[in-house]
């Protein structure tokens, strides 16, 4: 099934490992479990990335929307 609408996109990384980059550079990494029409964003096994390396592991997060810059799957 093609993704015809942007939720359509990021509902089929749901349990996949994305890569959220920040309005405030800092770049997270973790499972997308659940998220809603402002792109509130909720991970799991959360890190915190700096140059291709792990800063600090988060665990569970809730990220708002209007902090996000992009959503990328990570592999």
């Given at each position: 099934m093609e993704a015809s609408r942007p939720l359509d996109?990021?509902?089929?990384?749901?349990?996949?490992?994305?890569?959220?980059?920040l309005k405030n550079g800092k770049q997270i990494v973790g499972t997308?479990?659940?998220?809603?029409?402002?792109?509130?964003?909720?991970l799991e096994n959360a890190e915190e990335?700096?140059?291709g390396e792990m800063i600090r592991k988060l665990g569970k997060l809730f990220v708002r929307g209007?902090?996000?810059?992009?959503i990328s799957p990570s592999e």
């Open positions: 996109t990021l509902n089929s990384a749901r349990d996949k490992k994305v890569i959220l980059e997308l479990k659940a998220f809603d029409v402002h792109i509130n964003t909720v990335h700096q140059d209007d902090t996000i810059i992009l």
